[in-house]
């Protein structure tokens, strides 16, 4: 079900979706599939009749690729994306101030970064939410009133045919920057008053070319620069705007192509797909959840796109907020396991936030003599063998929220860190873990769930859509029996509870960690503390 061709009959009320999504950007359809694939009913609502053509992000991390796996397009990430290889920082002079290589299979079970052509991400994202039943997609509406009535949410759009009315259980808002949604329940914003207008030369290239470095940023005070790789096919270059330079000057095409040619690109040897003047922000909404109403992507947050993380955390906040949504409308949790969305993902959004403006101070240097201290100390830094990082700088440990906790309400480690994936084998299909076992609430122990609980608590697992998986080492035969068995071909799963101590380890459909157990005396704590956080009613539980 997709596009106006089913759109309803002007002035009816429309189809009674779970859950309406405001914004068909990748954020809003990540979100879509998240919750579709959880067989709720859901309904896009988009503006623009037709999708957008060019690119905007280039990039996305190991964390987002096992996110966008979840949402169905594992399969064709090569069609739009590969590998970003490496990241090289050079100042003007052209010596090299950092640099990193990027792990082909990181700790998501992904590359660390994906470069990526984002029309066809949409595309891919569009064909798969196509083939779902219960979402649909309408192209061409525009939100223009939203009612919380305390039950149910509706919202009025501005359609093809005339104005229509969608009723929903809860909407989310991810219809980006100028977010209709956001302004609707005047949720406040945080702007930090950081920005820079840089112009964004979108390129395809006449003939192939290989890059070395593959991604390149250029600290030179007189020009600060980027060249990147923008998917397979497609690259992209970014130019600061001076101090003083006017505006209607800078983003003319006739200046695109003037600073293009410091990298050597011509009309003669590429085609200027597209170049815009983009002025990068750095701000996000105070509150998340506003009654039935909750926010996503752009229209919750904005940074500047120094560290690659504006789309990224997107993807985070539909991973956070799909499974919690689904456990609400299939009432196994009540609705204040919403409040940990706005707490876990505006943490989260608050460091890539302040990493992402560290990085563009360190960038945007136009200062002569500030950008040779700076070069100083990076090179030296880089000669004593200490810039390691960066390879996933945005894996920050959950310390809020949704997470197992002492009797000071601290989380117990390893509460609250991203969970790896391995590959695994199971019954002759080898894989990533996800791609063997699907997602969702997983409980990892190296003996038999059920000599670890009573009837009572594992009933409380199933209920609550917990699936029980013993690791064992590559090479040891299947043992069968009631839990679901794989073999942990690289040992990934296994030292994760090893490092811990852990007998059980407990992660969320969002693949951070819950809690894990030495004991079957700690795993009954557990699993109590689990259903105690989503409010889950006591008759459930019996």
């Given at each position: 079900m997709n596009d106006s061709a089913a759109a309803p009959a002007p002035g009816q009320e429309a189809f009674e979706a779970d859950v309406l999504v405001v914004g068909a950007g990748p954020v809003g359809l990540v979100t879509a599939l998240l919750l579709a694939r959880q067989a709720l009913r859901v309904t896009v609502l988009e503006r623009w009749p037709e999708p957008y053509p060019m690119p905007r992000a280039v990039s996305f991390d190991g964390e987002s690729a096992r996110i966008l796996a979840a949402a169905g397009v594992g399969d064709v990430v090569g069609e739009f994306g590969e590998s970003s290889r490496d990241y090289t920082w050079r100042n003007g002079e052209g010596k090299v101030l950092f640099h990193v290589d990027v792990e082909d299979v990181g700790r998501s079970g992904w590359p660390d970064s994906t470069s990526m052509y984002q029309p066809a991400l949409e595309a891919a994202l569009a064909a798969r939410a196509a083939a779902l039943p219960g979402l649909r997609i309408l192209r061409g509406y525009e939100v223009v009133a939203l009612t919380d009535h305390g039950d149910r949410v509706t919202a009025t759009a501005a359609g093809p045919d005339g104005p229509t009315e969608f009723t929903a259980s809860w909407i989310v808002g991810c219809d980006g920057a100028n977010s209709f949604v956001r302004g609707a329940v005047d949720a406040g914003m945080k702007d930090f008053g950081f920005f820079n207008d840089w112009l964004t030369c979108d390129v395809v290239l006449h003939e192939p070319r290989e890059f070395r470095p593959n991604n390149l940023q250029v600290c030179d005070p007189a020009r600060p620069r980027t060249e990147v790789s923008a998917g397979p096919g497609h690259r992209r270059w970014e130019f600061m705007r001076i101090p003083g330079e006017p505006v209607e000057e800078f983003g003319r095409a006739e200046n695109a192509w003037k600073l293009l040619a410091l990298f050597g690109i011509t009309p003669d040897n590429a085609t200027l797909e597209r170049h815009a003047v983009y002025t990068f922000q750095a701000r996000y909404a105070t509150e998340w959840r506003v009654g039935r109403v909750l926010l996503a992507g752009d229209a919750a947050h904005l940074m500047p796109p120094f560290a690659g993380q504006g789309m990224c955390s997107g993807f985070r906040d539909a991973a956070n907020l799909a499974w919690k949504l689904g456990l609400v409308l299939r009432g196994r949790a009540g609705e204040a396991l919403l409040d940990t969305y706005t707490t876990e993902r505006r943490a989260h959004v608050q460091h890539a936030i302040g990493m992402s403006m560290d990085l563009g101070r360190v960038i945007c240097q136009t200062d002569p003599k500030a950008a040779r201290d700076r070069d100083a100390?990076?090179?030296?830094?880089?000669?004593?063998?200490?810039?390691?990082?960066?390879?996933?700088?945005?894996?920050?440990?959950?310390?809020?929220?949704?997470?197992?906790?002492?009797?000071?309400?601290?989380?117990?480690?390893?509460?609250?860190?991203?969970?790896?994936?391995?590959?695994?084998?199971?019954?002759?299909?080898?894989?990533?873990?996800?791609?063997?076992?699907?997602?969702?609430?997983?409980?990892?122990?190296?003996?038999?769930?059920?000599?670890?609980?009573?009837?009572?608590?594992?009933?409380?697992?199933?209920?609550?859509?917990?699936?029980?998986?013993?690791?064992?080492?590559?090479?040891?035969?299947?043992?069968?029996?009631?839990?679901?068995?794989?073999?942990?071909?690289?040992?990934?799963?296994?030292?994760?509870?090893?490092?811990?101590?852990?007998?059980?380890?407990?992660?969320?459909?969002?693949?951070?960690?819950?809690?894990?157990?030495?004991?079957?005396?700690?795993?009954?704590?557990?699993?109590?503390?689990?259903?105690?956080?989503?409010?889950?009613?006591?008759?459930?539980?019996?």
């Amino acid at each position: 079900m997709n596009d106006s061709a089913a759109a309803p009959a002007p002035g009816q009320e429309a189809f009674e979706a779970d859950v309406l999504v405001v914004g068909a950007g990748p954020v809003g359809l990540v979100t879509a599939l998240l919750l579709a694939r959880q067989a709720l009913r859901v309904t896009v609502l988009e503006r623009w009749p037709e999708p957008y053509p060019m690119p905007r992000a280039v990039s996305f991390d190991g964390e987002s690729a096992r996110i966008l796996a979840a949402a169905g397009v594992g399969d064709v990430v090569g069609e739009f994306g590969e590998s970003s290889r490496d990241y090289t920082w050079r100042n003007g002079e052209g010596k090299v101030l950092f640099h990193v290589d990027v792990e082909d299979v990181g700790r998501s079970g992904w590359p660390d970064s994906t470069s990526m052509y984002q029309p066809a991400l949409e595309a891919a994202l569009a064909a798969r939410a196509a083939a779902l039943p219960g979402l649909r997609i309408l192209r061409g509406y525009e939100v223009v009133a939203l009612t919380d009535h305390g039950d149910r949410v509706t919202a009025t759009a501005a359609g093809p045919d005339g104005p229509t009315e969608f009723t929903a259980s809860w909407i989310v808002g991810c219809d980006g920057a100028n977010s209709f949604v956001r302004g609707a329940v005047d949720a406040g914003m945080k702007d930090f008053g950081f920005f820079n207008d840089w112009l964004t030369c979108d390129v395809v290239l006449h003939e192939p070319r290989e890059f070395r470095p593959n991604n390149l940023q250029v600290c030179d005070p007189a020009r600060p620069r980027t060249e990147v790789s923008a998917g397979p096919g497609h690259r992209r270059w970014e130019f600061m705007r001076i101090p003083g330079e006017p505006v209607e000057e800078f983003g003319r095409a006739e200046n695109a192509w003037k600073l293009l040619a410091l990298f050597g690109i011509t009309p003669d040897n590429a085609t200027l797909e597209r170049h815009a003047v983009y002025t990068f922000q750095a701000r996000y909404a105070t509150e998340w959840r506003v009654g039935r109403v909750l926010l996503a992507g752009d229209a919750a947050h904005l940074m500047p796109p120094f560290a690659g993380q504006g789309m990224c955390s997107g993807f985070r906040d539909a991973a956070n907020l799909a499974w919690k949504l689904g456990l609400v409308l299939r009432g196994r949790a009540g609705e204040a396991l919403l409040d940990t969305y706005t707490t876990e993902r505006r943490a989260h959004v608050q460091h890539a936030i302040g990493m992402s403006m560290d990085l563009g101070r360190v960038i945007c240097q136009t200062d002569p003599k500030a950008a040779r201290d700076r070069d100083a100390i990076m090179i030296a830094t880089r000669e004593r063998g200490l810039d390691r990082g960066g390879r996933e700088p945005a894996v920050q440990q959950l310390t809020e929220g949704l997470l197992h906790r002492d009797a000071d309400g601290r989380p117990i480690a390893p509460a609250g860190e991203l969970g790896p994936q391995g590959r695994v084998s199971r019954d002759g299909a080898e894989g990533r873990l996800d791609e063997v076992l699907g997602t969702g609430f997983t409980l990892f122990t190296t003996v038999p769930v059920a000599e670890l609980l009573d009837g009572h608590r594992l009933r409380t697992l199933a209920e609550l859509g917990v699936r029980a998986v013993r690791l064992t080492p590559a090479g040891r035969p299947d043992t069968g029996g009631a839990d679901t068995t794989v073999r942990d071909l690289a040992g990934t799963h296994l030292d994760q509870l090893a490092r811990t101590g852990a007998t059980a380890l407990l992660t969320r459909p969002d693949f951070y960690v819950f809690g894990a157990a030495g004991d079957a005396a700690e795993l009954a704590r557990l699993v109590d503390a689990l259903a105690a956080q989503l409010c889950v009613p006591d008759g459930s539980r019996g």
